[in-house]
């Protein structure tokens, strides 16, 4: 499966628990269709010492967002929008705002 959203993206999350939020794509995993944001989505695990010199305790981690939980920002317009697809004059593929025009790529 094909996304709009790609790796160091800034998006904003438009449900959940954390709606309103703003971050960076740190991962994109298409199998699950999964997103991992940048400080969004914060969950706690537990985390066992490895050996006696490491302390283990409480950690907080980034947990995976689904794909349609989160929208692009427009780099150029600054606003949460859907894309639309052209091609370019070589012929490769760019992501176009829908909002502004502009192109994002």
């Not at 790609?6 to 954390?18: F, H």
């Not at 699950?32 to 969004?40: A, D, F, I, K």
């Amino acid at each position: 499966m094909k996304f709009n959203i790609r790796k160091d993206d800034k998006v904003a999350v438009i449900s959940g628990k954390d709606k309103g939020k703003q971050g960076r794509v740190l991962s994109v995993n298409p199998s699950s269709q999964r997103v991992l944001v940048e400080r969004v989505n914060i969950a706690k695990k537990a985390l066992r010492p490895k050996n006696e010199q490491q302390q283990g305790g409480i950690i907080e981690i980034e947990a995976p967002l689904h794909v349609s939980n989160v929208m692009l920002i427009c780099p150029a317009c600054n606003k949460p929008t859907r894309i639309s697809n052209k091609r370019s004059e070589d012929g490769k593929r760019i992501r176009v705002c829908k909002k502004c025009g502009k192109d994002i790529d």
